[in-house]
């Protein structure tokens, strides 16, 4: 890294000729900003070797040790006094020593998807710009590339002219709450000043295989787990249409008021899509809002081979979460939220905060996106998946995820037939989850299904789940 | 940067001499690794090139466009085909050109800190090893840094022993919405499952000058906005304990139940710390859960000269809103809430997911953080903050703090006395925030003070406010 030494010749000249010691003020501040640009350069050559660590083989996946011993191996502790720039360099050492390869090729685990190179380039740019989304004025190119980059997602979901809305928010969990309360605001629009008691009982519903935020964000929203529904699913994992229609009758006639469907688009363990078509159908029929929940599936949408599965997703009348994070190995975090309704999510969330969001600014404040979300700083999460989409184009995300799904079905076909294993559910897997028990030997040919049952659980409390994302597999 | 050099020379060696074509393959994987480290490495030589010029006041804060040209001056749309590296580069490139310079010096924007240059470093860090929140066997290192940073921040706080709880939340606002959430389910446990049907009507309560995310928060929790009731602030923007008190009463007497009460240190726009130990009295009297929204202001907690303005945080019975992104300078974004109660977000947010928290794991699982979240996955926020305070110590903060404190006294003693400037409340500013007036010629000597007034909103909505933050100031 040279930048700075042409210049530093320069200084040097400049301290003995400039008069009153200007050239060697000069000087000192190019010399601090050359020990800055050194201490980050140091910074990354750490982070390159780290890297290339990573995709070795060889290497250690984890130098692992309880929370307690790792306490104890170095010095954690946040002290009074300053370190030098020499020990934070030892520090950032540690913290990788210590640290999981999560780029590595031998690194398993829920959902993760190996470290793409742009992607992280793109966070490393993202944290150098270290601003805010909530105004056009504090982040002007990333606001636009958030407007591009949901608009093109939305013309790929097939909404008319890519019209709606949408944001970018702090996870999949966070996103189906956003629905849940757009839903609830869609229906009732005065539960934002009066609060529940101005609302009938509410029921919401999703099949018991649906990811468990859905229930978290009934209790955070003041509509209570009990009030969310599970629907039956088959033994693939696929909500049974019959079934939600049922239970919203049998919920119409206690008394309950349904407003929300979440429909789940590869589920978390089986990776079943559920039938959408049928699904919105129902919906329509009753007047319920259909969401689907894409944070898994949601991608399969940008391959002409599987994106049928998907089907029915355009008339989610409401909204979308697809986690870019995910199927599609952006960098954490990266989740969106697509609404279809424009003006919604302002109506549901803004305050007016006038220190904030003037309305004298002379620039188109639809830009200013900070007053319909619920963060009021927001993360840019928006650069890392743009500058990918560039580096792949539309193609490149399509080959990634047609791989990942052609991985899934050889592991599947691998296994089978294989002696001591068992599926979880007979069929091809839809999504890249290969659902499977291993039985030890002594559990092979054990005739008394609930007690093979019982004791596989002291094998394994879930089932085996193995399920690629780019090159990855993450096992469960 | 010349790591792979060395390789190199042996690849070409190894190509020569080993059989069966595994050298060349061998050089085929290294020539990639190249490749991929030459292309970080120009990246980064992209972004240290922009701090250099971000750090030189000479340059451009920003070369600005309305968003309808900004989407002309630039190909910014996603396409089929995938870019080559080099046009990634280019992609760089033109989103720092038409970025804003949060690190220019002459960068002023509401609560915006510069960029530290540590900050950063660890942001690098934690891109790289892009891993995520909820366990401790994906973020072993990350988990135990937050632990060990929100106990000493309970410590500082004056909690007994640090003994509490806490998490990093994706912002204040999101934080204040915890603190109501965990409130709602201390009085009442069974809103978790029955939802706000089976709770009385409640009442929060809140100074008329506190952050909007309390309002935002009621909306989404379903409390509703008109149950939040706004305590009159006095001249300095400080809530006035006796008008908590009766607006207590008279909600009792209307019915509602008062549960929360958020007492604001450090408020947006006036940096003013309400009197939190009368607050803390009110609320002991008539048990309503007494959390701070000290987002802006927590940090001051830090200094000997002015902890003082937070006397009574201690007594917080629930929680603490603390965001080190805004006083502290950590980059984006790194907001605490501390909880006093060990076990209640757990209890409060935990939906038991078996693919994710399994019970069986061998090692102590309070490390696994995940479910006393509302997210699923989480950003590792902690990284930055823990190496930033490594590097400054806890008195480097200290002494941030109070040169910050120190210029923005300075600054009131500047305007104050000014001709055609005044101060839109009269004594010291508390926090860094300076408010005043200017007046247009024309207004200085206008008699009709309502006439005056709306004439004044014409020239800006609000009043100016100038805060510092680090070294830098934001201006509204």
């Known amino acids: 890294f040279d930048l700075l030494s042409p210049a530093r010749a320069w200084c040097q000249a400049a301290a003995q000729k400039l008069p009153g010691g200007i050239g060697s003020k000069l000087c000192g501040r190019l010399q601090s900003l050359y020990e800055t640009m050194t201490f980050l350069q140091e910074v990354v050559d750490i982070l390159l070797a780290y890297i290339t660590e990573s995709f070795d083989r060889e290497t250690k996946v984890i130098d692992f040790h309880y929370p307690n011993e790792l306490l104890q191996r170095n010095n954690w502790e946040l002290q009074d006094e300053p370190e030098t720039l020499d020990d934070i360099l030892i520090s950032c050492r540690a913290t990788l020593k210590y640290a999981i390869k999560t780029a590595h090729p031998r690194y398993f685990n829920q959902l993760s998807t190996g470290l793409d190179m742009v992607g992280l380039a793109a966070d490393w740019l993202t944290s150098t710009a270290n601003t805010n989304m909530f105004t056009y004025e504090v982040a002007p190119v990333f606001v636009l590339l958030e407007y591009v980059t949901l608009k093109k997602m939305r013309e790929i979901i097939g909404w008319e002219d890519g019209r709606g809305d949408g944001i970018f928010s702090p996870g999949g969990a966070i996103s189906n709450m956003y629905a849940m309360l757009l839903a609830r605001f869609k229906m009732f629009p005065e539960v934002k000043e009066k609060g529940m008691s101005s609302v009938p009982r509410l029921a919401a519903f999703t099949s018991e295989h649906s990811h468990f935020s859905i229930k978290k964000g009934a209790a955070a929203l003041g509509i209570g787990t009990e009030s969310v529904i599970c629907i039956k699913a088959d033994e693939s994992g696929k909500m049974i249409p019959a079934d939600l229609e049922r239970k919203i009758l049998e919920a119409k006639q206690k008394g309950f008021v349904p407003f929300f469907v979440s429909a789940t688009a590869g589920t ?136 990942c799904l052609e991985l899934s079905e050889y592991l599947y076909n691998k296994i089978k037939d294989r002696e001591g294993y068992e599926m979880v559910f007979n069929g091809k897997p839809q999504h890249t989850n290969v659902c499977f028990w291993y039985l030890p030997p002594g559990m092979r040919y054990m005739e008394d299904k609930e007690e093979k049952k019982k004791r596989l659980h002291k094998v394994s409390i879930c089932p085996h789940y193995v399920s690629f994302t780019r090159n990855k597999m993450a096992v469960l």
């Not at 007047?287 to 944070?295: L, R, S």
């Not at 081979?305 to 986690?323: A, C, I, P, Q, Y």
């Not at 979300?373 to 792949?392: E, N, P, S, T, Y």
């Open 268 to 403: 978390t363990v089986y990776g079943a899509f559920d039938p959408l078509i049928a699904i919105s159908d129902i919906c329509k029929k009753y007047q319920v809002w259909f969401h689907v929940d894409g944070a898994w599936g949601g991608s399969l949408i940008m391959s002409r081979m599987h994106k049928w599965k998907l089907d029915g997703v355009e008339r989610s009348v409401l909204k979308l979460t697809w986690n870019p994070h995910k199927m599609m190995a952006v960098p954490l975090q990266c989740s969106a939220l697509l609404v279809r309704e424009e003006g919604l999510m302002q109506n549901c969330n803004q305050m007016h905060a006038c220190y904030l969001f003037q309305q004298d600014k002379h620039y188109d404040l639809s830009y200013d996106t900070g007053d319909k979300a619920l963060q009021c700083g927001r993360h840019v999460d928006i650069f890392k998946l743009w500058l990918m989409w560039r580096a792949k184009g539309t193609i490149g995300f399509e080959a990634q995820i047609d791989k």
